[in-house]
């Protein structure tokens, strides 16, 4: 018998109110019952992306949404900003060079955060640009950017901007209209607290009209189907009707919990995390941490076994590095249902790990760290 702790950057595990959702029985998804489950999640979703336009929700993973970010405002051929500091952006890449858009890179060393400036420069140098695509949280790196800067100036011309939140939204403060993002991505397996298999997306007038001359072949994911069935409270095909009636609980508990709250809560997480890696000796990863996953680096050698040996050995699961980073970070999450206690778990056991594999640290120390963080929201 092993008991597991979801430390990552999603999955992220789930509050057993929503997890009895999914446990229920099959609901019919043309019965008036489940338009009404979705017209409240529809509502629901509104406010934790903060717009007032229509979010429509998909049945795939986030990558998904952001497909449907490229294929329903492109046309093969048509020029695009993709502003990526780390493995998601660069999917922005993959996606829109494999429908046959010309991607020019405003991209950035991962770990470092996009610049805003250089954004500016090559829209100016490009007036043909169709939209811009870039990244809020940074999971594979664990930095945040500034979304609200670059929205001021993508918003000043024709293209539109286009942002990959699927890791921080509800974890961190994103207001989709106050900052002028025209389409924003999501997905259900992070800060929402649910099982993967919803993405979400939410498109601007301005973005709706580049779907009209998009010509990229699409069917599955034409999301002209959703906004038509939208209005009926209905999806154009089976929708995973289990994980939109946990949606609305999960948005329920949000909603509930207010999502300035909810934002407050990770960023005192964070400051643990970032305390408890100090103390280690582990120096932190990024220029601008992001307040959903904590990273840190770590000996090339042992980088990968920390990861394996937290997992085996005590069911915790965190995340290692991706592409180049392989090996040489480890990223604890603090997003969706983790809460202090699990950050404490966390970092205890991962005391025990570096002392079994040989670094000289000083055990309980992380812990103390984070707790003294912690402390700090006494009344
Ligand atoms: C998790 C994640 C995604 C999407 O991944 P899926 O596995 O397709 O759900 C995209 N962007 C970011 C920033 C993420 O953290």
């Not at 420069?121 to 594979?140: D, G, M, Q, R, W």
């Not at 649910?194 to 994911?221: C, Q, V």
Request: some cysteine.
């Amino acid at each position: 018998m092993k008991k597991h702790y979801l430390l990552t950057p999603g999955p992220t595990p789930i509050p057993p109110e929503v997890a009895l959702k999914e446990a229920l029985p099959i609901l019919h998804h043309r019965t008036s019952e489940f338009a009404a489950i979705y017209k409240d999640v529809a509502e629901g979703l509104k406010y934790v992306f903060q717009t007032e336009n229509e979010v429509y929700t998909v049945a795939s993973s986030g990558t998904g949404a952001m497909e449907i970010a490229v294929t329903n405002l492109l046309s093969s051929g048509d020029e695009v900003i993709v502003a990526s500091c780390g493995n998601f952006g660069d999917r922005w890449i993959k996606i829109a060079e494999g429908y046959g858009a010309k991607v020019i890179s405003v991209s950035v060393e991962w770990g470092k955060v996009v610049k805003p400036a250089e954004i500016e420069k090559a829209l100016k140098a490009n007036p043909n640009i169709k939209a811009v695509y870039t990244t809020f949280t940074e999971t594979s790196t664990g930095v945040v950017n500034d979304i609200k800067a670059i929205g001021e100036i993508v918003s000043k011309t024709n293209a539109v901007l286009v942002v990959d939140t699927v890791s921080g939204l509800a974890g961190q403060e994103f207001r989709t209209d106050d900052w002028k993002v025209d389409v924003v991505v999501s997905g259900s397996q992070k800060g929402f607290m649910l099982a993967p298999g919803l993405a979400f997306i939410t498109l601007s007038d301005k973005a709706w009209k580049l779907t009209e001359s998009s010509k990229i072949p699409k069917f599955y994911f034409d999301i002209k189907k959703y906004k038509k069935s939208y209005g009926s409270n209905k999806t154009p095909f089976t929708p995973p009707v289990t994980l939109i009636v946990a949606l609305q609980e999960s948005l329920r508990l949000i909603k509930e919990k207010g999502l300035e709250n909810m934002w407050n809560d990770y960023k005192l997480l964070a400051k643990a995390a970032r305390a408890g890696m100090k103390a280690l000796g582990l120096k932190l990863f990024g220029e601008v941490p992001c307040n959903v996953v904590t990273s840190a680096c770590v000996p090339a050698e042992i980088g990968d076994k920390i990861v394996k040996t937290l997992r085996e050995k005590y069911g915790v699961s965190i995340a290692g590095g991706q592409g180049d980073l392989k090996g040489k970070i480890i990223r604890f999450a603090h997003m969706g249902y983790i809460g202090k206690a699990d950050l404490l778990v966390g970092f205890a056991c991962l005391e025990m790990v570096l002392t079994e594999l040989g670094v000289n640290i000083e055990k309980g120390k992380a812990v103390a760290a984070a707790e003294e963080e912690l402390l700090l929201e006494r009344p």
